[in-house]
Structures are given as structure tokens and as C-alpha cells.
């Protein structure tokens, strides 16, 4: 064996290539595509909520006793290797490379665009069903969230969203025509407050202010 075949060789970190990138892991995750890894998902988040809140053990010491078991894995891993005179593997020089890191960087930058966009359309636009919507459901959040620690509002969280996106592609024309239906009702509503309500109010301010400049 030569000096070249002998030494060890770095073995990068690298993420499974997707061709939109990291997103497209998180579609496939929640889209129960990848079901090994959606699986190991719901098991770590319950896992974590029945440890943390059902026990009472506290976040240092899950891991404390994660990093313990990680660490004695390897040690029993390297050690079985050398019993039986196999060559271990050099985790020592791993590496996250450059495309990795940069990749990662994109899907966060990506992410925060995408929120700050929502964030414009919600406010900036004039579209007053998706904003009372908006309004509506953070208002609901802070309510929710005054009644449970965040662990659990987490939790839920973490299982909504490993089983509506699944919910809403099976069932996602019902689920148009009803929000359709929901955004012409509304838009009805809307047209007659404003026609029966807003409409009497101007007419009397602008009565009101027409009687005063004649005075």
C-alpha cells in the first residue's frame, strides 16, 4: 500500500443535492416524501416534549445525555473495529465545504426574503381579507400562547406542520373552492357594510360640513 493510499482522505460534509436546494429538503420532509426522515422528525419533537414536560427533566440535561451517548457510540464503534482488526473510519477531519455552507446560507436568506414579501403584502397592500386574516391569527396566537409554555406551543407546531401540508395536498381542490367561496362571501359583506354603513357616514360628514360653510 502506497503513502498516498495510506493516509487518510477528508471526507466532506455534504447535504443530498436537490436542485432547489435546501428547500426543497424541508418540502420533502413535511410532504412525508422522505418518510424515514419525516418519521425520525415526529419521533425526536415527541420525544423531546414527553422528556421535557411530562418528566420535568431540564433542556441542559437531554443534552448532556444526548452528547453521552453520541460520544460512548463512537467510542464502542472504534473500539469493535480495532478488536477485530479492522481499519476505522477518520472522523476526525471532517469538513463542511464551501458549496454546503453557501447553500445553507441561500435557503436562510431565501427564507427571511420570502417573509419580509408577506410581510409588504400583508400591510402595503390593499387586500383587507388577507389582513384582517393576518391580524386575526396572530391575535390568536398571543392568546394561545398565554396559555401554555412555548415547549408545547412548539410542539403542536412541529406536528400541524407534519400533517396539514400532507391534509391539504390530498384534499387541496375542496380546500380551494372553499377558500374561494370564503373570499366572495366576505367581499359581499364587505360591499354592503360599505354600502349601508361607511356610505351614511360619509353623507352626513360631508352634510355636516356643507351646512357649517353656508353658516
Known amino acids: ?50 422528556l421535557m414536560e411530562v418528566y420535568q427533566f431540564n433542556f441542559l440535561t437531554i443534552i448532556s445525555w444526548l ?14 473495529f480495532r478488536l477485530l482488526g479492522k481499519e476505522t473510519l477518520n472522523l476526525s477531519r471532517l469538513e463542511l465545504t464551501q458549496e454546503t455552507a453557501e447553500r445553507m446560507g441561500n435557503t ?17 397592500e390593499e387586500d383587507w ?16 400562547g398565554s396559555c401554555m409554555h412555548f415547549l408545547t406551543f412548539l410542539y403542536i407546531g412541529i406536528v400541524g406542520c407534519m400533517t396539514v401540508p400532507i391534509t391539504y395536498v390530498k384534499n387541496e381542490d375542496k380546500l380551494k373552492r372553499f377558500v374561494e367561496w370564503l373570499k366572495m362571501k366576505s367581499r359581499m359583506v364587505y360591499e354592503i357594510i360599505d354600502e349601508k354603513a361607511i356610505n351614511k357616514i360619509k353623507s352626513r360628514v360631508m352634510t355636516q360640513m356643507k351646512g357649517k360653510k353656508r353658516e
Do not use: C
Open 67 to 80: 452528547a453521552m451517548f453520541v460520544v460512548t457510540s463512537i467510542f464502542l464503534y472504534a473500539n469493535m
Open 129 to 144: 381579507p388577507v389582513f384582517v386574516g393576518v391580524v386575526a391569527g396572530l391575535w390568536s396566537l398571543s392568546y394561545v
Open 1 to 50: 500500500m502506497s503513502a498516498a493510499e495510506a493516509e487518510p482522505q477528508t471526507q466532506p460534509l455534504t447535504t443530498p443535492s436537490y436542485s432547489s436546494g435546501g428547500s426543497n429538503i424541508v418540502k420533502d420532509v413535511v410532504l412525508w416524501r422522505e418518510k424515514k426522515l419525516s418519521a425520525s422528525v415526529l419521533i425526536v419533537a415527541t420525544a423531546t416534549w414527553v
Open 108 to 124: 436562510i436568506r431565501a427564507w427571511i426574503e420570502e417573509a419580509l414579501r408577506l410581510l409588504f403584502r400583508v400591510s402595503a
